[in-house]
């Protein structure tokens, strides 16, 4: 590039006078003019070969990119051939899964996950329903949640949320609940949630694979789906508008968490059950626990239950779990 520009300034080419005022080597410029001249952006005059006459830059594009131009347009055309061969199989498909009585249908991998709920989040026309456990979000998650999010509300999908209490101590999920909120979304937070689920105009829900992996379990079949629905109102109708917890009160909703692990203490459910439960890791419910069992001087979680009992702390000032 630096030699095109100063062969279009001097016309004529000096190649030890180039490189001393390039500030290149001799065997550098010879490579670039090799380069241009290839090309075909430098051409010599007929008449006097030292004289070279640069070339229009946009014209030498044209004829350098065909070929590649001609190879994208037929890899694009093979690409809308796969695409257009793979909808038909999905054709035959979902006819498969209305034939069965079930319903069901397995999505193993977190890519096709994705996809699968960016096409129902593509189709949905009325409400979208969530049950979001866990206390914290990925931002980057969150940011792409929120533009998907953005572009259902405004074709007027009503969409309805729950978290547990645990995401108003995360600071993404608050400022990703302020904005969606602003755009109509509606957010409760709970103790305790039944699990992951989305619904879909109470059509289609999702629900994890079982296990540890990514996968997800995609349910049509309407009583199942029914039943999911009134899962979700009945903890929708138990739980709490979303507010971040400084708003509330650290001490205070830090008194429900602890609340809500002494009765579960009671009940003898294990560490990682208390976490899954109130959406916290494990290693912060095994804090909180010991914590508690300090407080009360019990040695034991079975003491650790009547101890509370005793104090009163079972008791959740009126409030019921939907499960309760």
């Known amino acids: 590039m630096a030699l095109y520009?100063?062969?279009?300034?001097?016309?004529?080419?000096?190649?030890?006078?180039?490189?001393r005022e390039l500030d290149l080597g001799r065997a550098e410029v010879d490579a670039a003019l090799a380069a241009l001249t290839e090309r075909?952006?430098?051409?010599?005059?007929?008449?006097?070969?030292?004289?070279?006459?640069p070339v229009d830059p946009d014209l030498v594009a044209v004829v350098v990119t065909t070929s590649l131009e001609t190879s994208i347009r037929a890899q694009q055309a093979a690409l809308h051939r796969i695409r257009d061969q793979f909808a038909s199989l999905r054709g035959?498909?979902?006819?498969?899964?209305?034939?069965?009585?079930?319903?069901?249908?397995?999505?193993?991998?977190?890519?096709?996950?994705?996809?699968?709920?960016?096409?129902?989040?593509?189709?949905?026309?009325?409400e979208i329903l969530t049950s979001q456990p866990g206390g914290n979000r990925v931002p980057a998650a969150?940011?792409?949640?929120?533009?998907?999010?953005?572009?259902?509300?405004?074709?007027?999908?009503?969409?309805?949320?729950?978290y547990h209490h645990t995401a108003r101590f995360n600071g993404p999920s608050q400022a990703y609940v302020a904005m969606a909120s602003g755009l109509g979304a509606e957010y409760r937070t709970a103790h305790e949630l039944?699990?992951?689920?989305?619904?879909?105009?109470?059509?289609?829900?999702?629900?994890?694979?079982?296990?540890?992996?990514?996968g997800a379990v995609v349910i049509r079949e309407p009583s199942v789906v029914h039943f999911l629905c009134e899962l979700f109102e009945q903890y929708w109708t138990h739980a709490e508008p979303f507010s971040d917890a400084v708003t509330d009160g650290l001490e205070a909703v830090a008194k429900d968490i602890d609340r809500t692990i002494v009765r579960l203490l009671a009940a003898g459910m294990k560490d990682e059950t208390i976490a899954r439960r109130l959406g916290m890791s494990l290693r912060t419910a095994r804090k909180h626990i010991a914590d508690i069992m300090e407080q009360l001087g019990a040695e034991s979680r079975f003491q650790a239950g009547v101890l509370a009992a005793r104090q009163g702390l079972l008791d959740d000032g009126g409030k019921t779990s939907p499960a309760g």
């Open 194 to 214: 039944f699990g992951r689920l989305i619904v879909f105009d109470r059509k289609v829900a999702f629900i994890p694979e079982q296990g540890d992996g990514w």
């Open 40 to 53: 075909g952006l430098l051409k010599a005059d007929v008449d006097d070969p030292a004289r070279l006459r």
């Open 5 to 19: 520009q100063w062969v279009v300034r001097n016309e004529r080419l000096d190649r030890d006078r180039a490189a």
């Open 92 to 126: 035959h498909y979902l006819d498969s899964l209305r034939r069965g009585s079930v319903g069901l249908e397995l999505i193993p991998g977190l890519e096709e996950v994705r996809a699968a709920l960016n096409r129902a989040s593509a189709e949905c026309t009325e």
């Open 142 to 162: 969150l940011q792409e949640a929120l533009a998907r999010d953005t572009e259902m509300l405004s074709r007027g999908v009503r969409m309805r949320t729950l």
